[in-house]
């Protein structure tokens, strides 16, 4: 843990020749170990160049799963992993680990439930790498850190030490209770998905919750900027991002608040996805193709990832060189589709959608906009006031057509429809989604 605290810390300067020449060492030993020890790799990249790994054949959440039993390099079932992520899903209790191994299940936002596997080795770098980049400082008292998330994982008693404490929190937690916790344990960092960062925020503002943390960090949900300005202005504090998925910890906002690809522990590529009228000079929306280069256990190499990350070509203020992530847009199920007046389809991304609510006039509190089929729009609302009720819904319609005709296009359904559509309590918020 030592170790990668110090490793991180003094690899934040890698760029240019130097950080390839990181990345290439680092691939060709990941890439070497997992085709000696996993069948999966053995078979993908028979008779391939190690020097040309950038360019080898990409794999996804179905291709690993499917081949689950063959893709590890320890020789772990899915069947046997998939109880154990299972049994602690169930019973809320993720002490237990598969012969020393922690394993985690992700939620499944895609309709596919995705396996991690990491031994005692990558549970340190992991913790190592994360808090040199989330702490804000080294001071002598040390941190107190609270996490409302879906699932625990003794990856987080990994962290866990007199200097360092942690308490985690079920997502589910009623929020009554979670300001009781909350005011009694003075977090001086906050982690959740902005979900309950936007309700906490709210009993901030009624004077019932009353913390000041250090830092507020968002995880596991797409931040959407209006949420961002509501959590910063009731804590106080900068909302910063991490970006971590079953294929790893990918990014993390700088002291400056900027999302940068973390290039010393994965190489991230990207495939440009279309996008809608793009003019010259415009950052780029792309999905990204990631390779771990630490993880041994479970080797994530070019695995294309259903995300669509806007990119900023731009240096950043705070001197890192790394990549920089301008925004987090959904993922590419959250890409809705309409047809223009001469019946071509176009794909609409969620930044373009969410639009719609922030140019309408009224006093909405909360939205969600879906799609089941090409053309249909439905932008669900909920308002602060009844009286704004009927106004707020024209208001809508009127902003949902001219956003849709600024692109040719129209909606062969719309419908605004008052109160949000019912979502599990452990479901990732997703504010544009494609149903269906």
Known sequence: MARHFLLTRENASLRGDALAEYQDARAHHILRYAMEHSPF????????????????????????????????????????????????EQSRNYSPSLGGLTVGLSSGTSGHRGLFVVDLRERASWA????????????????????FLRSGS???????SFWLKFRFCDLMTPIDESVTILN?????????????????????????????PLKVISVAEVLDPADEMRIAEAFGAPVHQLYQCTEGFLAATCEQGNLHVLED?????????DALDSKPGEPLRVTPIVTDLWRLVQPIIRYRLNDILVLNPLPCP?????????????????????????????????????????LSDGPIADYEITQDQPGALRVHFAVTSENSRSSVEDALRRSAESILMQYGCRASELHIVEGLPP??????????????
Not at 44 to 50: I, N, P, S, V
Not at 128 to 147: D, E, F, H
Not at 154 to 160: A, I
């Open 41 to 88: 790799y053995r078979r993908h990249f028979t008779g391939l160049d190690l020097k040309d790994w950038r360019s080898f054949p990409t794999i996804d959440k179905s291709a690993m799963m499917s081949n689950f039993d063959d893709f590890t390099t320890c020789g772990v079932k899915r069947d046997e992993a998939m109880n154990v992520a299972l049994a602690a």
């Open 128 to 147: 190592g790498s994360i808090m040199a980049r989330v702490l804000p400082n080294l001071r002598i008292k040390g941190y107190k850190v609270l996490l």
């Open 154 to 160: 003794n990856l987080y008693d990994t962290l866990g």
């Open 184 to 212: 009694r344990f003075q977090p001086d960092i906050l982690v959740a998905p902005p979900s309950k960062l936007t309700m906490l925020a709210a009993e901030s503002k009624t004077s019932r919750l009353k913390i000041s």
């Open 265 to 273: 522990c994965i190489s991230m590529q990207y495939e440009p996805v």
């Open 318 to 358: 705070c001197g890192g060189w790394f990549q920089r992530i301008d925004r987090i847009e959904g993922r590419q199920d959250d890409v809705l589709y309409f047809f223009n007046l001469d019946g071509v389809i176009r794909p609409f991304f969620p930044d373009v959608l969410r639009r719609i609510v922030l």
């Open 423 to 436: 979502r599990r309590a452990d479901e990732k918020r997703r504010r544009v989604r494609r149903i269906g």
